[in-house]
């Protein structure tokens, strides 16, 4: 039982969710004895996501109330005493903003990527710049790389570009089906791979000039339908 189930609740499989910010007990109970109660007191923290280039150096947020910033994975973002940073190994590492009092007063969610420059060429099978999550399997290509193709809904391909913006080839083949496209977070577009007549899947250009993230997610997709990525061009 929880003494507040809008701020954290018990689950059947006797996992705890939290919900909101506040305070509440939550007790096990084993028959009619109390095996544990845990205390949760729960706040809203600013975060954000942010992509930085690996080996480069930079500034930490000046944020209003942090005092110090420390890493969670140091392998792959290194926090400096003079408040800078240099990002290390490709991977993901969660900055800490501490107050006074070394409470989390700020979290940045900082991936370490790759991020491809205008004018230059992504194959698929160049894992440093496009980040796989999910099922996705390899295939032989026309240009003598592997080929990517997911046949599981919600596996994602992910990469970050300096430009205006992209074009997206795959192997022409009946047997696409449904992708969501997000630009920077936010959902651009839905895409039906199996309408492309050629090899160019998608394009989007005329964007502001600068660094962007794209997620490919795959979608609902018919038996035997999968999603397919030969390569992506950024433009100038």
Known sequence: MSTNDDVASINE???????????ASVTF???DQEVLTVTFNTRHFNQEEHFIEADSNGQLPQSEGVEQWVSSNERHITVHEDETYTSNQLGTATLFGL??????VEIHHTHVVDIAEPGSTILADQEEVINYIGGWSTGESS?????RHAREVNASAEFTFTGTG???FGIPDEAHGSANLYLNG???DTIEQGDATDDLIYEISNLEEGQHTVTIEVGQLDENERIHIDQVDILD
Not at 143 to 147: F, K, P, R
Request: glycine share 12%.
């Open 186 to 188: 936010e959902l651009f």
């Open 99 to 104: 107050n006074e009092m070394s409470d989390i």
């Open 143 to 147: 240009g003598g790389h592997l080929s």
């Open 29 to 31: 109970r084993s028959g």
């Open 166 to 168: 992209f074009r997206w």
């Open 13 to 23: 499989d006797l996992s705890v969710e939290l919900h909101n910010p506040g305070e």
